[in-house]
T-cell receptor, first 110, second 113 residues
């Protein structure tokens, strides 16, 4: 089993839709969690950290479920500019191991 | 502010050829990393350097060598390229030690024929 798994998609949604991605991780000792965004043929960029209590940044909401070992990203009111691949990232061993998921591709359609 | 700069952006090699990918950062970061990204695999760590003068293997180090020339520069060398090394390579840097990357370069698209 891969350490971090994501549905590869693509998720094709119309503008204005709400879309959610899940990510599962296998190491129960994982400490920190992040969502990165990667545009086509570009480098990954940090989108947001994921906190235990859940956190929101504008239209984006991240949640963590340690018991079930998954994190989620919810995007409300999707924009065309949200089209990208979203990478789930898990940090283990107090920063000694930083594992990227394979990513979920989102296409927001006009 | 350049951030993390990688060269070259594209390269095609023949099997058995060697080459060095260059990476430099201007943010005075201690840590630098080399990743490769393949379809469906996510980014995988090849080597990292927690500070000037130190390097450590990541998840997929075989077939690669690295040099942390100074605090700014971290190069990745393929001594004898193989088709399995066809990939997109990203260099990254971070303030902290350990393996947390904060800023990525634009990537190098490498094809081995």
């Amino acid at each position: 089993r891969k350490e971090v798994e994501q549905d590869p998609g693509p998720f094709n949604v119309p503008e204005g839709a709400t879309v959610a991605f899940n990510c599962t991780y296998s190491n129960s000792a994982s400490q920190s969690f992040f969502w990165y965004r990667q545009d086509c043929r570009k480098e990954p960029k940090l989108l947001m950290s994921v906190y235990s209590s859940g956190n929101e940044d504008g239209r984006f909401t991240a949640q963590l479920n340690r018991a079930s070992q998954y994190i989620s990203l919810l995007i409300r009111d999707s924009k065309l500019s949200d089209s990208a691949t979203y990478l789930c990232v898990v940090m283990q061993n107090y920063g000694q191991n930083f594992v990227f998921g394979p990513g979920t591709r989102l296409s927001v359609l006009p | 502010n350049a951030g993390v700069t990688q060269t070259p952006k594209f390269q095609v090699l023949k099997t058995g050829q060697s080459m060095t990918l260059q990476c430099a950062q201007d943010m005075n970061h201690n840590s630098m990393y080399w990743y490769r990204q393949d379809p469906g695999m996510g980014l995988r760590l090849i080597y990292y350097s927690a500070s000037e003068g130190t390097t450590d293997k990541g998840e997929v180090p075989n077939g690669y060598n690295v040099s942390r020339l100074n605090k700014r520069e971290f190069s990745l060398r393929l001594e004898s390229a193989a088709p399995s090394q066809t990939s997109v390579y990203f260099c990254a840097s971070g303030k902290e030690g350990g393996q947390r990357p904060q800023h990525f370069g634009d990537g190098t698209r490498l094809s081995i024929l």
